[in-house]
């Protein structure tokens, strides 16, 4: 029996990889006997869907669900990835990456990078992404999965997946669907808020049909239909920090063997994306309309592919930014009617994970109380501030003057809580994670180094340390390191065996 003022009736709004995540999680959770789901959407308007490219915590996303990797790499076409590859950011010239994972080993509690910042003032010249298993693993065109015995030097290997997010949003619906999630084919005509409160109480989808609900995710993208047509919440706009405001993207044929990383480009006024999934190529170029035209931007994509153009490129418009309040009276906007931070660093679906994992967390009776709200908007709005700071930090610590896009971002005034993480470590070297945020040392560390922010000396007590033992210590990581990625498979041979996509 359900318990009393429990909610009853969930209604998802919009398809998508938003929503039918929404959709999978709670299903997962609630039994259908007690708690109704239902998922409206059109078939007739279209989702953004385009390649997607994940961070490592998918794989709790996934494990929660109880998907068996191998059935969700076969159904979305998904290769593996084990980092992000960064051309000409930090200098025209310059390719770094930014790897899953850690740097060396800590020694004598003293972060790696530390011992590493040392042996380069002693004229090492090896990149710190020498002692990145991952890191050298990508660039090899390696994989394999982690060893579980924490002894093994394959246990520091962290991945996530590039896949078809068409695809993804398909085989969550099925997953959903055969756990009671009903949906609804239609439009939304209108929206039906209760007198006394304000509160959503159901939509008209025309026909004279109906559906109500308890409560609601706004799941409907850049429009925000509940969220922000509705209940008028508010957007922040960070568009100051990050100018982009348009992509631009086209699949392409493969040429070559699959990347078990995504690449992202730095182009005159903005860059371009290219995730490897099984079947295709995905590729992007997001830019600014202030500074480049939608045709020459489009040329330079097409121009640029590594492969076949298999479509028309497909336009996109967007601003970055997010709403004032992300849980507003009965309804949560998650994904894009949430906001919008371009995917430099492939937190999309991490986003819309972390909004459906804090509400879980927070799960309300009916009544729902405002700390509740509180707290979640709390919550997200943090999570979205760090992680713009960690994609504003790749514009502003460009040393790029060629162009009036990349002088901009040089000089423009960062945020103060961004200023205040370059700084210290430039000063002393030391990166701290606040709040359990979402980039942890090791990101800002591969991001500052690759683009040239380079600490004032090391640590103090390091510096004491002989320099021989260190340079030693320092070659058995490297070695180790390259004896293990030379022991690995391909990864495009890895995939085929284990994981080939469905047939068509």
């Known amino acids: 029996m359900t318990p009393p003022g429990l909610l009853r009736q969930i209604v998802i709004v919009g398809g998508g990889s938003a929503g039918w995540m929404t959709a999978a999680a709670l299903s997962s959770l609630l039994d259908p006997r007690e708690v109704t789901i239902t998922l409206v959407e059109s078939d007739a308007i279209g989702t953004v869907g385009v390649g997607e490219a994940t961070i490592p915590d998918i794989l709790a996303f996934n494990r929660m669900l109880g998907i068996g990797e191998t059935e969700f790499m076969k159904a979305t076409q998904a290769t593996f990835k084990l980092g992000i590859e960064f051309v000409d950011w930090g200098r025209k010239g310059d390719r770094y990456v930014h790897p899953f994972g850690q740097h060396g080993v ?6 790696f990078h530390q011992y590493w910042l040392r042996a380069r003032g002693e004229g090492a010249t090896d990149p710190i992404e020498a002692y990145s298993l991952c890191a050298v693993a990508a660039q090899a065109g390696r994989f394999v999965l982690p060893d579980p015995n924490p002894r093994s030097v394959l246990s520091q290997i962290r991945y996530a997946y590039h896949f078809d997010a068409t695809l ?23 929206v039906r808020r209760h007198a006394e409160n304000g509160f959503i109480a159901g939509l008209d989808l025309g026909d004279d049909r109906a559906v109500d609900g308890d409560f609601f995710f706004d799941c409907t993208g850049f429009r925000a239909l509940l969220a922000g047509d509705t209940l008028g ?10 100018p982009c405001d348009r992509a631009l993207a086209v699949p392409s044929a493969h040429q070559g063997p699959l990347a078990p990383y995504t690449r992202s480009t730095a182009r005159d006024a903005g860059w371009q994306w290219r995730i490897p999934t ?5 590729n992007g170029h997001i830019y600014a309309s202030a500074f ?3 045709d020459r931007a489009a040329d ?3 121009s640029s592919l590594d492969g076949a153009a298999l479509a028309d490129p497909r336009p996109i418009r967007f601003r970055a930014g997010c709403r004032e309040a992300f849980w507003t009276d009965n309804c949560i906007a998650i994904g894009l009617a949430a906001g919008f931070l371009e995917p430099l660093e492939s937190t999309s679906i991490y986003l819309i994970q972390e909004g459906i994992s804090r509400f879980i967390s927070l799960f309300p009776r009916a009544d729902i109380p405002d700390i509740v709200r509180t707290e979640y908007n709390r919550h997200m709005r943090t999570e979205f501030e760090q992680v713009r700071d960690f994609i504003i930090l790749h514009y502003g610590a460009t040393e790029r003057d060629d162009t009036p896009f990349w002088d901009y971002c040089r000089t423009m005034k960062l945020p103060d809580t961004l200023v205040h993480k370059i700084e210290l470590f430039r000063r002393t070297g030391r990166v701290f994670r606040y709040n359990d945020e979402l980039f942890a040392r090791p990101s800002w560390i591969a991001v500052m180094l690759g683009q040239h922010i380079v600490p004032q000396d090391c640590d103090p007590v390091v510096a004491t340390l002989p ?8 070659k058995s990581m490297r070695g180790a390191i390259a004896a293990a990625v030379e022991r690995m498979p391909m990864h495009q041979d890895f995939i085929e065996r284990h994981c080939p996509a469905d047939s068509a």
């Open 168 to 190: 993804y949003a398909a085989f969550l619906r099925r997953y959903a669907e055969a756990r009671g999630v009903r949906r609804v084919e239609g439009a939304v005509r209108n």
């Open 278 to 282: 099984q079947r295709r190529v995905g």
């Open 106 to 111: 800590d020694m004598q509690g003293i972060d």
């Open 467 to 474: 320099a021989n033992d260190i340079a030693h210590s320092l």
């Open 300 to 302: 330079m994509l097409l």
């Open 233 to 242: 919440v508010g957007f922040v706009d960070w568009s100051h920090w990050l």
């Open 292 to 294: 480049l035209s939608d």
